[in-house]
T-cell receptor
C-alpha cells in the first residue's frame, strides 16, 4: 500500500492567497516529486527534488526536500484559478529502483 | 515534441472479457512504466520496462495481467477475464536519463460492467 501521507484531503483558498502542502512518510526517500493532476488527465510533473534540504522553485511553486528525508513541502504563491487540481507528492524509496510511491493527493480549490 | 500517448482513452467492457491498452512513450525514452489509479487514490505502480526488458512487477499485477514492450518502443497492457475490481485509470509514464522524472500520459479509463 501507499506510504506517503498527505493531508488534508481538500483545501479551499481565495485567489491571490498562498498555500502550503506537505507530505510525510515513515520511510526515508531518495527523491521527492510533486505532480498536479486535472480531471481526466494524467499527472503533470511540477518539481523534482534530489537532495535533503534542497529548495527548488518553478514559477510560483516552491518545494523543499526535508532534512530528515521523510518529508517534503510544496508552496504555491499568489494562487490563480488555474491552480485548481489534485496535487500529489511522490517519492522513490531507498532500494526501490525506478518505482514511485504516491500520496493520496490534495484537491485544491481556488475561489475567484 | 509529443508527450506520452495512450489508446484508447476510455474502455467499457463486460466482466470476463479481455482488454488491451497501448502506450506510446516520448520518443527516445528508454524506460516505460504502468500505474493504476482508482478514485481518490494516487497512482500505484504496476510494472516497469527498460528498453524491451520487464525489470520489475508489482504484486498488484496478478496473473491475469500481462505487459509487453517487444521492440523497446510502445507497450501494451492486457487484462484477461476482467473483473469489476479492475475498473480504474491505467496510466503509462516514460523517462530517460534520470529515472525518477517520469512523464505521464493521459491514461485509459477502464470500466468493467
Amino acid at each position: 500500500g501507499q506510504q506517503l501521507n498527505q493531508s488534508p484531503q481538500s483545501m479551499f483558498i481565495q485567489e491571490g492567497e498562498d498555500v502550503s502542502m506537505n507530505c510525510t512518510s515513515s520511510s526515508i526517500f531518495n527523491t521527492w516529486l510533486w505532480y498536479k493532476q486535472e480531471p481526466g488527465e494524467g499527472p503533470v510533473l511540477l518539481i523534482a527534488l534530489y537532495k535533503a534540504g534542497e529548495l527548488t522553485s518553478n514559477g510560483r511553486l516552491t518545494a523543499q526536500f526535508g532534512i530528515t528525508r521523510k518529508d517534503s513541502f510544496l508552496n504555491i504563491s499568489a494562487s490563480i484559478p488555474s491552480d485548481v487540481g489534485i496535487y500529489f507528492c511522490a517519492g522513490q524509496m531507498v532500494g526501490a529502483n525506478s518505482k514511485l510511491t504516491f500520496g493520496k493527493g490534495i484537491t485544491l480549490s481556488v475561489r475567484p | 515534441d509529443t508527450g506520452v500517448s495512450q489508446d484508447p482513452r476510455h474502455k467499457i467492457t463486460k466482466r470476463g472479457q479481455n482488454v488491451t491498452f497501448r502506450c506510446d512513450p516520448i520518443s527516445e525514452h528508454n524506460r516505460l512504466y504502468w500505474y493504476r489509479q482508482t478514485l481518490g487514490q494516487g497512482p500505484e505502480f504496476l510494472t516497469y520496462f527498460q528498453n524491451e526488458a520487464q525489470l520489475e512487477k508489482s504484486r498488484l499485477l496478478s496473473d491475469r495481467f500481462s505487459a509487453e514492450r517487444p521492440k523497446g518502443s510502445f507497450s501494451t497492457l492486457e487484462i484477461q477475464r476482467t473483473e469489476q475490481g479492475d475498473s480504474a485509470m491505467y496510466l503509462c509514464a516514460s523517462s530517460f536519463g534520470n529515472p525518477h522524472e517520469q512523464f505521464f500520459g493521459p491514461g485509459t479509463r477502464l470500466t468493467v460492467l
